[in-house]
């Protein structure tokens, strides 16, 4: 083989990697020096090709950071072209603030301007956040919200056309998970699942039981809709519920396991699509299984 590879490195100033793979047309080189607290100069090196830039830090200390701070950032590219960006962090009573510019010749590549706010107490935390982003001079531009509050985190971006695209996502220990994601204010699917841990649950010397109970909604207009519509064999649906009950007796076995029950049953726009039970708790063992869909598709004419 003619493939070399090297690897150089002084732990806090200096890195060296090189790769050269002549079949592949590979001869990359890339040199990293650092001078701690102060700056560091980065060059990459593929072929033909060449990029270098200069990274310059003040008030950033990694050792106490406090969210003041100052980068700035000065290459070129492989045509050429001058690299340049900043990237600020400030400080006050309402919050913290970052922005973010880099530019490629006179060309605005990003523009970032994030303002952060946390409350934090004994008995309640919360956390908010908004972006304004504009991209590649201004060709896609918006908002960016997040927060996360009573164990809800919400993200929402805004376009600059003003349409909206929004999840969030709950979840409470006792209670279960939400998810919800929304277009211009109208939810296009939801998923709700109940908690492994809620009272119905168990799991001791004698038993383990587990009862969850998954609920989702799509409308037609969601993406979701329209790739199961054209993807998957029996179709999408407006609304599918899943009940599942597993239990298992710790304290009875037979010959090769403890009993057991199994039992799965899932509803599509209510219909029955799945009926699906195993249980060897009682004698005979019995195990029953209810898809017409599925029997239909591949030509079964009753339940197993």
């Known amino acids: 083989s003619n493939i070399e590879m090297k690897l150089e490195c002084e ?31 980065i060059e990459i ?3 033909a090709r060449k990029h270098d830039l200069t990274i310059k830090v003040g008030n950033l200390d990694f050792r106490n950071l406090d969210g003041v701070f100052d ?48 409350i934090s107490s004994p008995i309640a935390y919360s956390i908010s956040t908004l972006t304004k ?26 376009n600059k056309a003003k349409e909206t695209l929004e999840l969030t996502v709950s979840v409470v220990l006792e209670k279960g998970l939400t ?3 929304k277009k211009n204010g ?8 109940s908690s492994p841990f809620d009272n119905t649950n168990k799991n001791n010397a004698d038993v383990f039981e587990l009862n969850l109970v998954t609920d989702m909604t799509l409308s037609e207009k969601s993406v979701i809709y329209k790739f199961i519509s054209e993807k998957y064999p029996y179709g999408a649906f407006h609304s599918r519920q899943m009940k599942i009950h597993i ?36 004698s005979p063992y019995k195990f029953n299984l209810v898809a017409p869909n ?11």
């Open 186 to 193: 109208e939810s296009m699917w939801m998923y709700k699942t």
């Open 179 to 181: 998810i919800e994601g």
């Open 71 to 118: 980068i700035n950032v000065e290459g070129t590219s492989n045509i050429g072209e001058p690299i340049t960006g900043r990237i600020t962090g400030t400080r006050n009573a309402q919050g913290q603030r970052v922005k973010v510019e880099f530019a490629k010749g006179n060309k605005k590549l990003i523009q970032l301007d994030s303002k952060i706010k946390h």
């Open 133 to 158: 982003y504009s991209l590649l001079g201004g060709a896609m531009q918006g908002k960016l919200s997040s927060k996360f509050e009573n164990s809800v985190l919400t993200l929402k971006i805004t």
């Open 294 to 304: 599925f029997f239909k598709r591949w030509a079964i004419k009753q339940s197993s």
């Open 45 to 47: 090196i593929d072929g």
């Open 11 to 41: 732990r806090d100033t200096k890195l060296n990697v090189k790769y050269v793979n002549p079949s592949k047309n590979r001869d990359i080189h890339i040199r990293i020096v650092r001078v701690p607290g102060k700056s560091a100069s």
């Open 247 to 282: 239990f298992v007796d710790k304290k009875h076995k037979n010959k090769l396991a403890p009993k057991f029950k199994v039992e799965v049953h899932l509803m599509k726009d209510g219909a029955k699509a799945i009926d699906f039970i195993v249980n060897t708790t009682t």
